[in-house]
C-alpha cells in the first residue's frame, strides 16, 4: 500500500476565496475570513489526512494558504508578497483560485506569471459558483480564457463556501500527489501558534467591525499569554496609524473596543476550550506598514527564530 502526501499551495487574487478553501478543507477554521482585500497577511499551513478509500490511497495533504497577490505599495506589501513567493517554493502542487464573478484582467495576468514561472503542475479552481445558480454555461468562457493563457493540469468549478466540489477536488489531489512519507502527526492540523491564532481571531473581529482604511492600518500584538488551570489570560494591543482611527477603534465611551473584544474573547474560548479573560489595548503606531523592522517583527516564524537562537546561545 502506498501512500501519497505533498505540499500544496493555494494561491489567487485578494478575495478569491483562498482562505475560505482552506477552512473548507481542513474542517476547521485557521485562517480568518473577511469580505475585506487583504485579510491573510502570512502564510498559513492546514493539514488535511484523508484516509484510504475504496479506488484512492490513504494521503496527507500540507495546504499552503497565502495572502492575495497584488502589487505592493508598502513593507507590508512586500512582507506579503514574500510570503507568497516562501510558499511557492519547493510545492508540489499549485491550486490556482479565482472568482467565477470577476472578469480576468491584467492582475490575473501577474498571477498566471507567477503560475508560468514556478514550473509547478497547477490546477485551476473556479470558486464561488454557487453565485451562478443554475447557469453553469456561464463558466464556458471563462475556461476558454484560462486555458489560452497558461497550461492547466485540471479545472475544476467549486464553492469553497458551500463545499461545492470539494470532495471531487480532494479525490484529485491525492492522485496528483507523489507517494511520501507523513509529514506531520495525525493530529495536527496547522503549524500556527496558538498565541497568534488568537491574535488573529482578534484582527478578524477588527476587520469586520471597522469600516474604510481602519481594518489595512490595524495590527494585533498579544503581548502576554497566561494559562493557569481555571482561565487563560490574554492581554492584546491593536496598533492603528492614526489618532482618529484610534478613536474609532475605541468608540463612544470605550463600546466599539468593548465589541470587538466581546466577539474576540468568544471566539478564542472556541478554539481553546477554555475561559478566556481578555485586555485590549489601543496605540497608534504612525507608519507602521512601512517599517520593515516592526512589520518583520510581526511575523511569528521569526519570532519562534529568535526565541529559538536565544535558548540555544
Ligand atoms: P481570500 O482573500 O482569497 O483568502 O478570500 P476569503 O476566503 O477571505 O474570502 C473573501 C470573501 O469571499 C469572503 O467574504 C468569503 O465569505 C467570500 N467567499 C469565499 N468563497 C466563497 C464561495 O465559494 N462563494 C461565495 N458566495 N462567497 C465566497
Ligand atoms: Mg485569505
Given at each position: 500500500m502506498s501512500f501519497h502526501s505533498g505540499f500544496v499551495c493555494i494561491l489567487g487574487r485578494p478575495n478569491a476565496g483562498k482562505s475560505t478553501l482552506l477552512n473548507a478543507l481542513v474542517g476547521e477554521r485557521l485562517a480568518i475570513i473577511s469580505p475585506k482585500p487583504q485579510t491573510t497577511r502570512n502564510r498559513i499551513l492546514g493539514i488535511?489526512?484523508?484516509?484510504?478509500?475504496?479506488?484512492?490511497?490513504?494521503?496527507?495533504?500540507?495546504?499552503?494558504?497565502?495572502?492575495?497577490?497584488?502589487?505592493?505599495?508598502?513593507?507590508?506589501?512586500?512582507?506579503?508578497?514574500?510570503?507568497?513567493?516562501?510558499?511557492?517554493?519547493?510545492?508540489?502542487?499549485?491550486?490556482?483560485?479565482?472568482?467565477?464573478k470577476q472578469r480576468p484582467d491584467r492582475e490575473d495576468g501577474f498571477l498566471l506569471d507567477m503560475v508560468r514561472k514556478s514550473g509547478t503542475p497547477t490546477i485551476l479552481l473556479l470558486n464561488k459558483v454557487d453565485l451562478l445558480g443554475q447557469d453553469k454555461q456561464k463558466l464556458l468562457p471563462l475556461i476558454d480564457e484560462f486555458q489560452q493563457r497558461a497550461q492547466f493540469?485540471?479545472?475544476?468549478?467549486?464553492?469553497?463556501?458551500?463545499?461545492?466540489?470539494?470532495d471531487h477536488l480532494v479525490e484529485i489531489l491525492v492522485r496528483a500527489l507523489p507517494t511520501g512519507p507523513r509529514y506531520f502527526p495525525d493530529d495536527q492540523i496547522t503549524d500556527q501558534p496558538t498565541r497568534f491564532m488568537a491574535a488573529e481571531i482578534i484582527r478578524e473581529q477588527v476587520l469586520l467591525a471597522a469600516r474604510e482604511e481602519v481594518p489595512h492600518a490595524?495590527?494585533?500584538?498579544?503581548?502576554?499569554?497566561?494559562e493557569s488551570e481555571k482561565l487563560i489570560r490574554i492581554a492584546a494591543t491593536i496598533y492603528c496609524e492614526r489618532g482618529g482611527q484610534k478613536a474609532i477603534l475605541l468608540g463612544k465611551g470605550g463600546q466599539m473596543l468593548k465589541k470587538i473584544g466581546t466577539a474576540a474573547r468568544l471566539q478564542i474560548e472556541k478554539m481553546l476550550g477554555a475561559k478566556v479573560f481578555l485586555e485590549l489595548f489601543v496605540k497608534v503606531k504612525a507608519g507602521w506598514r512601512d517599517s520593515r523592522e516592526f512589520v518583520e517583527g510581526l511575523d511569528w516564524r521569526r519570532q519562534l527564530e529568535d526565541l529559538t537562537g536565544k535558548v540555544s546561545r
Amino acid at each position: 500500500m502506498s501512500f501519497h502526501s505533498g505540499f500544496v499551495c493555494i494561491l489567487g487574487r485578494p478575495n478569491a476565496g483562498k482562505s475560505t478553501l482552506l477552512n473548507a478543507l481542513v474542517g476547521e477554521r485557521l485562517a480568518i475570513i473577511s469580505p475585506k482585500p487583504q485579510t491573510t497577511r502570512n502564510r498559513i499551513l492546514g493539514i488535511v489526512n484523508v484516509p484510504k478509500r475504496k479506488g484512492s490511497e490513504a494521503a496527507q495533504i500540507v495546504l499552503i494558504d497565502t495572502p492575495g497577490v497584488h502589487k505592493p505599495d508598502s513593507s507590508l506589501g512586500r512582507k506579503m508578497m514574500m510570503e507568497v513567493r516562501e510558499a511557492l517554493e519547493g510545492c508540489d502542487l499549485l491550486l490556482m483560485i479565482v472568482d467565477v464573478k470577476q472578469r480576468p484582467d491584467r492582475e490575473d495576468g501577474f498571477l498566471l506569471d507567477m503560475v508560468r514561472k514556478s514550473g509547478t503542475p497547477t490546477i485551476l479552481l473556479l470558486n464561488k459558483v454557487d453565485l451562478l445558480g443554475q447557469d453553469k454555461q456561464k463558466l464556458l468562457p471563462l475556461i476558454d480564457e484560462f486555458q489560452q493563457r497558461a497550461q492547466f493540469r485540471e479545472i475544476v468549478p467549486i464553492s469553497a463556501r458551500t463545499k461545492d466540489g470539494l470532495d471531487h477536488l480532494v479525490e484529485i489531489l491525492v492522485r496528483a500527489l507523489p507517494t511520501g512519507p507523513r509529514y506531520f502527526p495525525d493530529d495536527q492540523i496547522t503549524d500556527q501558534p496558538t498565541r497568534f491564532m488568537a491574535a488573529e481571531i482578534i484582527r478578524e473581529q477588527v476587520l469586520l467591525a471597522a469600516r474604510e482604511e481602519v481594518p489595512h492600518a490595524t495590527t494585533v500584538v498579544v503581548e502576554s499569554f497566561e494559562e493557569s488551570e481555571k482561565l487563560i489570560r490574554i492581554a492584546a494591543t491593536i496598533y492603528c496609524e492614526r489618532g482618529g482611527q484610534k478613536a474609532i477603534l475605541l468608540g463612544k465611551g470605550g463600546q466599539m473596543l468593548k465589541k470587538i473584544g466581546t466577539a474576540a474573547r468568544l471566539q478564542i474560548e472556541k478554539m481553546l476550550g477554555a475561559k478566556v479573560f481578555l485586555e485590549l489595548f489601543v496605540k497608534v503606531k504612525a507608519g507602521w506598514r512601512d517599517s520593515r523592522e516592526f512589520v518583520e517583527g510581526l511575523d511569528w516564524r521569526r519570532q519562534l527564530e529568535d526565541l529559538t537562537g536565544k535558548v540555544s546561545r
